[in-house]
């Protein structure tokens, strides 16, 4: 008799990778539990929520009856994760750590510890998604070594894995894992992905997993928690004072502690001001940030931007895009907002200009633009220059900004198919 497929799954704490956990030992897994311990200090009611966790995650493993361990990564995650949160910040742009955590946590640290020290044929989490592969296949891959480059060989790899939506769309999770390997994925189960969130809580209920089922969803930075943002950042930056400025008359409307505080598109609490405004530039070398009075004001519209490298899940890059240098698909810069069609064009170092079909609302350097193609997820890559807006355009301005909100790169020789700077 053949030994059981051994699946280490990653437990938070959470119903969702306790139901997880659940349903690989119902397939017959051999199941180990591992939480991670990422953040290293108490929340703002002096309580250490991760222990919290852990305790929870404990006793799903001790429900099932399957072995418990716990990790540290609360290094690797200051380096790899939060060092970047805090220099993206600085930076004037809006990061996005789950998704940076996925790539270098969980599906790098976590995975490797799976594979190496416990022995894993197979690693597992609680996201709601799914992979091109049937589970018997995730247990036939092996580890291989990819060799370093601009591109993978396109030959490297026969039938790579692709990563799919889940069932629940508006549960869907793709958008945080459109930065993991293909190693990782190619040995990664997701029980989830078929399921609605409705019928996780059921089988929980059903399964004695109570005390997860009654924890609220996480929010906030990943594995660090819902903070109070203002608060919790000025902790790490220094404050700079500057002011809000109407992009209509250049009023001064008032003081902020620090540019790095907001991103465009949220509402700017100005005291004294009843009606509400909203952020639709920073300028970087004044550290003022700009303000317009309206949700909809057509300065915070814009319909080009350029990522870094981006970062191809299955196809490096898709072959469509390569054999004609452009190519249809849809991009959300945000979980869950609706996608939007566009058009990318591939550029020689890997980066790509998207062109959306029509003007989307509050584009921020630092996000990522995540990329789909009916229901798989492509890849990801961080924005990291923007088109003028509609209200540039209309001022014709769009000469004087390429980048409005910050950001330190200068006009690319490589301009792509955006307005020539």
Same mark, same amino acid.
Request: proline share 5%; aromatic share 10%.
């Given at each position: 008799?053949?030994?059981?497929?051994?699946?280490?799954?990653?437990?938070?704490?959470?119903?969702?990778?306790?139901?997880?956990?659940?349903?690989?030992?119902?397939?017959?897994?051999?199941?180990?539990?591992?939480?991670?311990?990422?953040?290293?200090?108490?929340?703002?009611?002096?309580?250490?929520?991760?222990?919290?966790?852990?305790?929870?995650?404990?006793?799903?493993?001790?429900?099932?009856?399957?072995?418990?361990?716990?990790?540290?990564?609360?290094?690797?995650?200051?380096?790899?994760?939060?060092?970047?949160?805090?220099?993206?910040?600085?930076?004037?742009?809006?990061?996005?750590?789950?998704?940076?955590?996925?790539?270098?946590?969980?599906?790098?640290?976590?995975?490797?510890?799976?594979?190496?020290?416990?022995?894993?044929?197979?690693?597992?989490?609680?996201?709601?998604?799914?992979?091109?592969?049937?589970?018997?296949?995730?247990?036939?891959?092996?580890?291989?070594?990819?060799?370093?480059?601009?591109?993978?060989?396109?030959?490297?790899?026969?039938?790579?894995?692709?990563?799919?939506?889940?069932?629940?769309?508006?549960?869907?999770?793709?958008?945080?894992?459109?930065?993991?390997?293909?190693?990782?994925?190619?040995?990664?189960?997701?029980?989830?992905?078929? @399921?609605?969130?409705?019928? #996780?809580?059921? %089988? =929980?209920? $059903?399964?004695?997993?109570?005390? +997860?089922?009654? /924890?609220?969803?996480?929010?906030?930075?990943?594995?660090?928690?819902?903070?109070?943002?203002?608060?919790?950042?000025?902790?790490?930056?220094?404050?700079?004072?500057?002011?809000?400025?109407?992009?209509?008359?250049?009023?001064?409307?008032?003081?902020?502690?620090?540019?790095?505080?907001?991103?465009?598109?949220?509402?700017?609490?100005?005291?004294?001001?009843?009606?509400?405004?909203?952020?639709?530039?920073?300028?970087?070398?004044?550290?003022?940030?700009?303000?317009?009075?309206?949700?909809?004001?057509?300065?915070?519209?814009?319909?080009? @931007?350029?990522?870094?490298? #981006?970062?191809? %899940? =299955?196809? $490096?890059?898709?072959?469509?895009? +390569?054999?004609? /240098?452009?190519?249809?698909?849809?991009?959300?810069?945000?979980?869950?907002?609706?996608?939007?069609?566009?058009?990318?064009?591939?550029?020689?170092?890997?980066?790509?200009?998207?062109?959306?079909?029509?003007?989307?609302?509050?584009?921020?350097?630092?996000?990522?633009?995540?990329?789909?193609?009916?229901?798989?997820?492509?890849?990801?890559?961080?924005?990291?220059?923007?088109?003028?807006?509609?209200?540039?355009?209309?001022?014709?301005?769009?000469?004087?900004?390429?980048?409005?909100?910050?950001?330190?790169?200068?006009?690319?020789?490589?301009?792509?198919?955006?307005?020539?700077?």
């Amino acid at each position: 008799m053949l030994a059981a497929r051994h699946v280490v799954c990653a437990l938070s704490g959470g119903v969702d990778s306790a139901v997880a956990a659940l349903l690989l030992r119902r397939r017959g897994y051999q199941v180990t539990g591992v939480f991670m311990k990422n953040w290293d200090s108490l929340d703002e009611h002096g309580m250490c929520a991760a222990d919290r966790d852990c305790e929870d995650a404990y006793r799903v493993c001790q429900v099932l009856d399957i072995p418990f361990h716990q990790v540290s990564y609360v290094k690797e995650y200051w380096n790899e994760v939060f060092s970047d949160f805090l220099n993206e910040y600085e930076r004037g742009r809006t990061p996005n750590p789950d998704i940076v955590c996925n790539k270098h946590i969980k599906f790098s640290c976590f995975f490797r510890y799976a594979v190496d020290n416990l022995g894993a044929d197979a690693v597992a989490t609680g996201h709601y998604a799914r992979t091109s592969l049937e589970d018997e296949e995730v247990f036939q891959q092996k580890h291989i070594k990819r060799p370093e480059g601009l591109f993978r060989n396109r030959f490297e790899v026969r039938n790579p894995v692709k990563l799919l939506q889940a069932a629940d769309s508006f549960k869907d999770q793709t958008f945080f894992l459109s930065q993991v390997s293909q190693d990782a994925l190619r040995r990664t189960i997701f029980p989830l992905g078929g @399921l609605t969130k409705d019928f #996780v809580k059921k %089988i =929980a209920a $059903e399964n004695r997993l109570h005390h +997860v089922l009654q /924890k609220k969803e996480s929010m906030g930075i990943c594995f660090v928690g819902k903070r109070n943002f203002e608060h919790f950042i000025l902790q790490y930056l220094q404050p700079r004072p500057g002011k809000f400025i109407s992009i209509e008359d250049n009023t001064v409307l008032g003081t902020h502690k620090g540019w790095f505080l907001y991103t465009l598109g949220q509402r700017a609490k100005i005291s004294g001001l009843r009606e509400p405004w909203y952020v639709v530039e920073k300028d970087a070398a004044k550290g003022d940030v700009l303000v317009a009075p309206r949700t909809d004001h057509p300065a915070l519209y814009r319909d080009l @931007l350029r990522t870094s490298r #981006v970062h191809w %899940i =299955a196809e $490096e890059p898709p072959a469509a895009l +390569v054999r004609d /240098k452009m190519m249809e698909c849809h991009f959300r810069f945000r979980h869950q907002m609706a996608l939007v069609p566009c058009v990318l064009t591939l550029n020689q170092d890997g980066t790509v200009w998207v062109t959306a079909v029509k003007a989307v609302r509050a584009l921020a350097l630092g996000q990522f633009a995540v990329f789909y193609k009916g229901d798989e997820c492509l890849g990801s890559g961080k924005i990291l220059r923007l088109g003028p807006s509609a209200y540039t355009l209309q001022k014709g301005r769009s000469r004087a900004r390429v980048a409005p909100e910050g950001s330190s790169e200068g006009p690319s020789k490589d301009p792509g198919p955006g307005p020539t700077p």
